[in-house]
T-cell receptor, first 114, second 116 residues
């Protein structure tokens, strides 16, 4: 039962271009969505989040867009840098479930080529 | 920058043996978690812990698993009798808030468990 889906296991982008990572979810009761980045041999690191009452949140080069009607969110990285190469996980928090039961997608491996 | 530390980084054990994975959460955090990631699969929630008791657990967290905060700084995950399918990377996480806003978890680097 995949409540959070990242359908692209990998993505390759040229340095300086935009990276767009996508995530779909099935449960309309999710109230927060988070993106985590993971380098090899490290734990996931929080990147950016968005509340279900918003449709956009921006932090420097990273912007997350939320389309509630489509149950879809995306992470945009502009411009992409080689250091952004990592696995990106989309995660969702159930409504009122702020006790940490984040539901993760399988991740998308981003490769940014110089 | 404060971090969550986990030991051991890698443990190999025989099926049926008990394993204890250790974590030191960020010192002023109050909420503690264990997640696991089987190779090639998604990161899965196991259990959350607050105020010295389990606040939520998943179906994965059966009677073979237990958690403890024995001394106010360490947070442990015990697997009583390991099975082959317990082989995974186990991540400890902590957070400073649990009930408002996005609950941003800080993860440790993980403990890789290999059950033979």
């Amino acid at each position: 039962d995949q409540q959070v889906k990242q359908n692209s296991p990998s993505l390759s982008v040229q340095e300086g271009r935009i990276s767009i990572l996508n995530c779909d979810y099935t449960n309309s009761m999710f109230d927060y969505f988070l993106w985590y980045k993971k380098y090899p041999a490290e734990g996931p690191t929080f990147l950016i989040s968005i509340s279900s009452i918003k449709d956009k949140n921006e932090d420097g080069r990273f912007t997350v867009f939320l389309n509630k009607s489509a149950k879809h969110l995306s992470l945009h990285i502009v411009p992409s840098q080689p250091g952004d190469s990592a696995v990106y996980f989309c995660a969702a928090s159930p409504y009122g479930g702020s006790q940490g039961n984040l539901i993760f997608g399988k991740g998308t491996k981003l490769s940014v080529k110089p | 920058e404060p971090e969550v530390t986990q030991t051991p980084s890698h443990q190999v054990t025989q099926m049926g043996q008990e394993v204890i994975l250790r974590c030191v959460p960020i010192s002023n955090h109050l909420y503690f978690y264990w997640y696991r990631q089987i190779l090639g699969q998604k990161v899965e929630f196991l259990v959350s812990f607050y105020n010295n008791e389990i606040s939520e657990k998943s179906e994965i967290f059966d009677d073979q698993f237990s958690v403890e905060r024995p001394d106010g700084s360490n947070f442990t995950l015990k697997i009583r009798s390991t099975k082959l399918e317990d082989s995974a990377m186990y991540f400890c996480a902590s957070s400073g808030q649990g009930f408002s806003g996005a609950n941003v978890l800080t993860f440790g680097a993980g403990s890789r468990l290999t059950v033979l």
